[in-house]
């Protein structure tokens, strides 16, 4: 769901060049014409979505084919590789990301909290979730739902699917980034991300049609994750939940967003009654990172405690 930060060349392996040389090397790099296409709109015909549609969707002119997702992504990959890690490293509990912590953050915050009480208040009978836990999400996930992501998911999860071969990829990757040594791993790896990022894509389809949206006006992160909650297009059909009654699910309005949060979290393992621990593991179920479990645990905890103080001084 968020852009990491770039590194330069380090122990002869991983480059991640410098924003503006990347901008400039992407823009000469040559894109898919709306004719390069062709594999998926087949593909999404074939799978059942109707070839009209699909096929004005593509030739639509603001539709480019965008590298960086992928290319991030077998960066990321290869680099765990490189390590030996798995991308579950330990960190110190007291590591978190500073910004949400910040007074005129949690401030911030406080107020959504109190302004959505009462829906958070039937979410928390519904599904046992604490309300300082799904606006502690809601902040970090999309900063109370005021950045859902600078990217257009149909863009970005039609990139991925399309870039299923290494050497679709592979001029956009610094220069030893692949190399004899893993040049096989890069290459299963690419044909994995693009074939759950086409299980994303017909999921996104699907859920702009149920939504009576156009799938190109649909925001989302760097790996399509959209909404006020950020989920993936799959997790809105198994955990979306349709929190104002209205006959849908649409995740960029605030009922919908925060049941299916509660929902999400709640089918993962929330109960009533558990420990730290088992609270952590829950939450890193929404996001397998420990800087992200330990965000959202410390903003809860400090909602909470303003909650506390306030009603000390009523």
Known sequence: MKGRERRRRRNGWEAVLPGALLL?????????AAGEWGPLERKLGADGFDGTEVAALFQRADLRFDPTPMRTKIIELLGRAHRGDTGRRKVDRKTVYGRYLR???????????????ELLGRI????CVPREIVVAIVLVETNLGANTGGR?????????????DLEKV????PPGVVHEGNEEEARRRCREKAAWAYREL?????YSRSAGVDPLTIPGSIYGAIGL?????????????????????????????????????HRHGWTCRMDGSRR???????????????????????????????????
């Open 124 to 127: 928390g009978r519904k599904y």
């Open 229 to 265: 909650c950020q989920f993936m297009p799959s997790n809105i059909f198994l955990y979306g939940v349709d929190g104002d009654g209205d006959g849908g699910i649409d995740i960029f309005t605030v009922p919908d967003a925060l049941h299916s949060i509660g929902n999400y979290l």
């Open 280 to 314: 952590r593991r829950v939450v890193m179920a929404y996001n397998r990172s420990q800087v992200y479990a330990n965000t959202v645990l410390a903003v809860a905890d400090r909602l909470r405690a303003m909650d506390h103080g306030k009603k000390r001084r009523r």
């Open 152 to 164: 257009r998911a149909f863009d970005v999860l039609a990139s991925m699917a399309l870039a299923d």
């Open 103 to 117: 007074p005129e953050t949690l401030r911030s915050a406080h107020a959504y909290l109190e302004r959505h009480q």
């Open 24 to 32: 400039a090397m992407t823009l000469l790099m040559p894109f898919p």
């Open 170 to 173: 592979r001029p956009f990757l």
């Open 202 to 206: 017909k999921d996104l389809l699907k």
